[in-house]
Every structure is written in structure tokens, then in C-alpha cells.
């Protein structure tokens, strides 16, 4: 029923910047832990980075120092900040997570639809 909606994708050249968003398409209580991944054309699906419940991050070697994964005080948004890009990052980025919907009912899993990084001159 609820459904995960990424935006912010886009062209970008190499050493460029882009902001990715993750956000419910209804009403939720609050995203708790979330994950980003991607995957290029012809390669497997990559994890990227990731944030718990209580804010903790990690993140791939591939771009641990550029990207920075965070979530908004309200718990409703998470997003992908991706600095210095290069072309190596282009993929569709997929927004995995946690949510409540409500107080009192536990959390269930869900996927994003994706949205298209291409970095390139």
C-alpha cells in the first residue's frame, strides 16, 4: 500500500553534485532504517550506503567520502547526497526501507522505483 518514490536523478558531469530524495507516497508514522542501491547496465545489483534506526551510517568503499546518506527530523524523508561523481556511479538508484505506518504497528519493508544517475561529460 505504501509505496517508496525516488527523485532527484538526473545528468551530471563528472565532479558534479546531485541530491537523491526518498520519500512515502502516503502518510506514514516514520522511516526508520534505509538503504540505497543501485545498479549499472549489465551488473548486479550494489548496495550503496545505509542509515539505522538510530542514525547510524555506513556505506560501499565505492563511495564512502562522497556520498553522505541522511534522513529528516521528522523521519519522513531519506536522502543521497552525491558529491564529486563520476562516471563509474551511473545507475538507477533504488531507495529501500523501513516504515511504520502507524504507532502501534511494526514496520514492513519496502522498495522504491528508482530513478536514473548518469554521470558524463
Known amino acids: 500500500q505504501v509505496q517508496l518514490v525516488e527523485s532527484g536523478g538526473g545528468l551530471v558531469q563528472p565532479g558534479g553534485s546531485l541530491r537523491l530524495s526518498c520519500a512515502a507516497s502516503?502518510?506514514?508514522?516514520?522511516?526508520?532504517?534505509a538503504k540505497w542501491y543501485r545498479q549499472a547496465p549489465g551488473k548486479e545489483r550494489e548496495w550503496v550506503a545505509g542509515?539505522?534506526?538510530?542514525?547510524?551510517?555506513n556505506y560501499a568503499d565505492s563511495v564512502k567520502g562522497r556520498f553522505t546518506i541522511s534522513r529528516d527530523n521528522a523521519k519522513i524523508t531519506v536522502y543521497l547526497q552525491m558529491n564529486n561523481l563520476k562516471p563509474e556511479d551511473t545507475a538507477v538508484y533504488y531507495c529501500?526501507?523501513?516504515?511504520?505506518?502507524?504507532?502501534?504497528?511494526?514496520?514492513?519493508?519496502?522498495w522504491g522505483q528508482g530513478t536514473q544517475v548518469t554521470v558524463s561529460s
Open positions: 529501500n526501507a523501513d516504515i511504520s505506518q502507524t504507532r502501534y504497528i511494526g514496520t514492513r519493508n519496502n
Open positions: 542509515i539505522s534506526t538510530g542514525s547510524m551510517t
Open positions: 502516503t502518510s506514514i508514522f516514520s522511516i526508520d532504517a
